[in-house]
C-alpha cells in the first residue's frame, strides 16, 4: 500500500539523518520523525495487518525525542484504555483547547491595555461566557522546545523560580498530553486579592508549528485541601508557543487569561472586590511571571 511505501522512504531518510553532516539540519530531522509518526499512526489506527508488530527501537526513540516538544491536537490513539473520568479530563481539555483556537482565529476587538516593563504587549476583549480576558503577547530569546518543556514537562518545579506560586502539584496524568494539578498561590502581604488555590486540567497540543498549552478549572474527589486559600478558577488559559519566523531560537509567546478569583476574601475591602482591581491584578500577574521565566531562562545551569 502506498502508506507502507511512504513508511520505508522516510525510515531510509531518516536513517540518514546519521551521517554527521546531515546532523547539523534539525529541520530535515524533525520532519522525516514527524512524517514516520504521522505514518506510524495512520496504520495504527487503520489496522493495517502489514504493520510490524514491534516498530524498531531506533525508530521508537527519535519519534519519541524529537515529537515531545510538539504534541499533535489528537492527543493519544486509543483513548478507549482511559476510564470515564480520565476521559472527562481529556474532552475538558480539547474543549478548552477548541475554544482558545476560536478566540485566536476570529476576528475580535482587542482593546491595547498597556506595555509592560517586560516588552510584553497587554490587551482586552469582553467574550461570551468569559468575561473580560487578557492577551499577552512577547518575544522570548529561547526555542519553544525549551519553553514547553519548563511550562509543562517541569511544571511541579516551577515555584522554584516563579516566587508567586507557593506549590504546583500534578495530581493525576491522564495519557501523555493531559494532567490534572493542584497549584496554590504565595502569601503576598498587602495583596488586596489574597492567597488563591486553583485545581485544574491542563492539557497541550500542536497545530502546525505552534505549541498550545490550556487551562481549565475541573472538579477531583477527594479535592485537595485549601487551608488559608480561597479557591478560585481558571475559566481559560491558553499559552501558544510558536517559533519566530527566520529564528527559530526564539519564541513568539501570547497568553489567554480569563479567571474568576472568587472575592470573599476581599475583607479588606469590606466587600466584592472590584473589578477595576481584578483587571489591574491579572495583567500584572502574567507581567510577573513573565519576568520570572525569564530570569530563570537566562540563569546559568548548574
Known amino acids: 500500500p502506498r502508506s507502507c511505501v511512504m513508511l520505508r522512504a522516510t525510515v531510509k531518510l531518516c536513517c540518514g539523518i546519521a551521517h554527521d553532516h546531515l546532523r547539523r539540519l534539525p529541520g530535515l530531522k524533525i520532519t522525516a520523525v514527524a512524517a514516520i509518526q504521522k505514518d506510524v499512526r495512520g496504520l495504527v489506527v487503520r489496522g493495517s495487518r502489514r504493520l510490524p508488530s514491534k516498530i524498531p527501537h531506533y525508530i521508537q526513540r527519535l ?12 492527543g493519544d490513539v486509543n483513548p478507549g484504555r482511559f476510564s470515564s473520568v480520565d476521559r472527562s479530563y481529556i474532552a475538558q481539555g480539547e474543549t478548552a483547547l477548541q475554544r482558545a483556537l476560536s478566540i485566536l482565529q ?3 476587538s482587542w482593546q491595547a491595555e498597556t506595555t509592560l516593563d517586560t516588552g510584553a504587549t497587554v ?6 461566557g468569559l468575561g473580560k480576558v487578557f492577551r499577552v503577547e512577547v518575544v522570548l530569546a529561547v526555542p519553544v522546545a525549551r519553553l514547553h518543556r519548563e511550562l509543562f514537562e ?36 498587602g495583596n488586596l486579592v489574597g492567597q488563591r488555590d ?26 485537595p485541601s485549601q487551608e ?14 510558536q517559533p519566530l519566523a527566520g529564528d527559530p531560537g526564539r519564541t513568539r509567546f501570547t497568553w489567554l487569561l480569563s479567571m474568576d478569583l472568587k472575592a470573599s476574601a ?27 521565566l525569564r530570569r530563570h531562562l537566562s540563569a546559568p545551569k548548574p
Not at 123 to 128: G, M
Not at 204 to 219: F, I, M, S
Not at 229 to 241: K, M, N
Open 63 to 74: 519519534m519519541g525525542k524529537e515529537t515531545a516538544a510538539c504534541p499533535e491536537l489528537a
Open 106 to 108: 476570529q476576528p475580535t
Open 123 to 128: 490587551s482586552s476583549a469582553a467574550l461570551p
Open 154 to 189: 517541569r511544571i511541579e518545579q516551577m515555584p522554584q523560580w516563579n516566587p508567586t506560586l507557593s506549590r504546583v502539584k500534578v495530581l493525576q496524568r491522564v495519557g501523555t498530553d493531559t494532567l490534572v494539578t493542584h497549584e496554590v498561590t504565595a502569601p503576598s502581604p
Open 198 to 223: 486553583f485545581v485544574s486540567v491542563r492539557h497541550r497540543g500542536r497545530k502546525e508549528t505552534a505549541v498550545y498549552l490550556v487551562g481549565t478549572a475541573t472538579h477531583l474527589e477527594p479535592l
Open 228 to 241: 488559608g486559600c480561597i479557591r478560585a478558577e481558571s475559566r481559560l488559559s491558553c499559552i501558544v508557543l
Open 266 to 292: 476581599a475583607a479588606l475591602l469590606g466587600g466584592w472586590i472590584p473589578a477595576s482591581v481584578i483587571n489591574r491584578v491579572l495583567p500584572q500577574s502574567q507581567a510577573d511571571f513573565i519576568q520570572h
